[in-house]
């Protein structure tokens, strides 16, 4: 093994299963919302594939919100190693519009024709850039720690801002701009050179366990 070899972030980030906010059409937020028995089904599809691939991590990186901490330990418990919860993971606080039903929302809360990315959501909630700017603070943490595997399991909202900060864009008004799809317990891997500043792609909403992932 060659020492001197620079060492290298190798980072997975991971969107939990399917939960019953999800089956819903809920704004989860920071609400609580177990999986269902369809998202447990998702998380071992992806252990049992990640098993066969031989995939291990050094260190397993959670959202304390039930829906993403039980995706978490079912990888792990496969897989083998611990899971640390790390709040800078949760899901976007979405203020009022937690655990309603995007009806619900529709119905009871006046929509602007126009939003900056300063606007709160769901009255006193993240907006995008506060989002946008914990999730900055989310990966630099990450890379503050020693370069090794990492799994990251979390949430759609937060991840889309953590690769936001990964390819240097930043939001914009009216919530146009560049989306990156995560399905239930669908994938990136990255990786991130810190001698040279340099990150790599090398996938993005991978679900190959589970074609229908949404």
Known sequence: MN???PRIFNITLLRHGESVGNAESRWQGQAEFPLTDRGRAQANALAARWKVEGMRFDHIISSPLERARETAEIVASALGGSVELQPLWLERDNGEFAG???????????HPDFTTPFDPVGSDGEGDWELFL???????DLLRRAP???????????????MHAVVG???QANNSGTRFRFGNTAFAQLFYYPHQHRWAIDKLNDHLHWQDAE
């Open 3 to 5: 020492e001197n070899k």
């Open 100 to 110: 309603l039903t995007a009806h619900e929302v529709r119905q009871n809360f006046a």
């Open 134 to 140: 914990r999730a900055g603070q989310a990966l630099h």
């Open 148 to 162: 090794a595997k990492y799994l990251i399991v979390s949430h759609g909202g937060l991840l889309n801002q953590v």
């Open 169 to 171: 864009i930043v939001p």
